[in-house]
């Protein structure tokens, strides 16, 4: 056995006990920039209740060209999280993580220097960004996310997307 490496550990075959396989390779693809946007996320995703109320209670004003890069945002998290869903090859779970790699980086540069004053769809987009940065610094970049966990994400990406809509309704008005 290598050094550091436990029993097991090492998996093999086609699929079965191997932590990675073809449909955790969005992983491979998210998992270290979603880490990383753990570590960069700002803290009113995980803030106090009244914290949160009290921000939320202010109108915040998006800043410009923050809703089409939420959008954006939004939309390549959720084709990439569905295709794992759908059993897609690593290849196209890989293509979709590289896709989706500088909408985050654009969307967390942009719009998260200044936490407090964020729209609520913010902290939601966050939220998806630290839970899946969370998984795959536990379970490895290349682990496959559970049923569960996936269908948790994409109910948290169609909170966010709703969310969105309403501001964008609100800034209309």
């Known amino acids: 056995m290598a050094p550091g490496r436990a029993a097991g550990a090492?998996?093999?075959?086609?699929?079965?006990?191997?932590?990675?396989?073809?449909?955790?390779?969005?992983?491979?693809?998210?998992?270290?920039?979603?880490?990383?946007?753990?570590?960069?996320?700002?803290?009113?995703?995980?803030?106090?209740?009244?914290?949160?109320?009290?921000?939320?209670?202010?109108?915040?004003?998006?800043?410009?060209?923050?809703?089409?890069?939420?959008?954006?945002?939004?939309?390549?998290?959720?084709?990439?999280?569905?295709?794992?869903?759908?059993?897609a090859s690593e290849g196209e779970l890989r293509r979709a993580g590289e896709q989706t790699k500088p909408l985050i980086r654009d969307f967390l540069g942009k719009f998260g220097a200044d936490a407090r004053a964020v729209p609520e769809s913010y902290r939601d987009l966050s939220g998806v960004l630290g839970d899946l940065g969370a998984f795959y610094r536990d379970n490895g970049p290349r682990a496959s996310l559970p049923a569960d966990k996936l269908e948790d994400l994409l109910g948290q990406l169609d909170a966010a997307r709703a969310q969105l809509a309403r501001e964008d309704q609100e800034a209309a008005r």
């Not at 090492?10 to 969005?26: E, K, L, N, S």
């Not at 960069?40 to 923050?66: F, L, N, S």
């Open 10 to 87: 090492r998996g093999g075959g086609r699929g079965g006990a191997r932590a990675g396989g073809r449909r955790g390779a969005v992983g491979a693809g998210l998992g270290l920039l979603a880490g990383a946007a753990l570590g960069a996320a700002p803290a009113p995703a995980r803030a106090a209740p009244a914290a949160v109320a009290a921000v939320a209670a202010v109108a915040v004003v998006a800043p410009k060209g923050y809703s089409e890069a939420a959008g954006k945002l939004a939309e390549g998290l959720q084709g990439a999280l569905e295709l794992e869903r759908e059993g």
